[in-house]
């Protein structure tokens, strides 16, 4: 009778490991892609497996990446790019072309503009 629920919980355990390893990779890649490396990257894994603080740090500190990219544009005295794009003057005309394109890529016949 014993036996019965330690197996039951020795599954449930492997379930939990399992899911925390999961978690530990998801977290280990997404650490990677922003650029953190030995040390910060293990702080900061475990900050992010074992509290929501690690998570909120994520998301608001700069990454190592944009940092470096920050300084390489200072160092050469170039203006740091627009983030946002300028919008077209054009705007409505730019769309009906990218639905154009779009549709013509789908086999789709042109899109004809509705008669004002």
Not at 44 to 71: C, S
Request: charged share 15%; proline share 7%.
């Amino acid at each position: 009778m014993i036996s019965g629920h330690l197996g039951w919980l020795s599954f449930q355990g492997l379930y939990v490991l399992g899911a925390a390893v999961f978690w530990g990779l998801i977290c280990w890649a997404l650490l990677v892609k922003a650029g953190y490396r030995s040390t910060p990257l293990w702080i900061m894994l475990v900050l992010m497996l074992f509290t929501p603080f690690g998570i909120i740090l994520f998301a608001l500190l700069p990454f190592p990446l944009q940092r470096q990219l920050d300084d390489l544009y200072r160092r050469s005295g170039k203006n740091l790019p627009q983030t946002e794009p300028t919008p077209s003057e054009n705007w409505q005309k730019d769309i009906e072309t990218e639905l154009n394109r779009m549709k013509g890529a789908m086999g789709l016949t042109r899109m004809k503009r509705p008669k004002q």
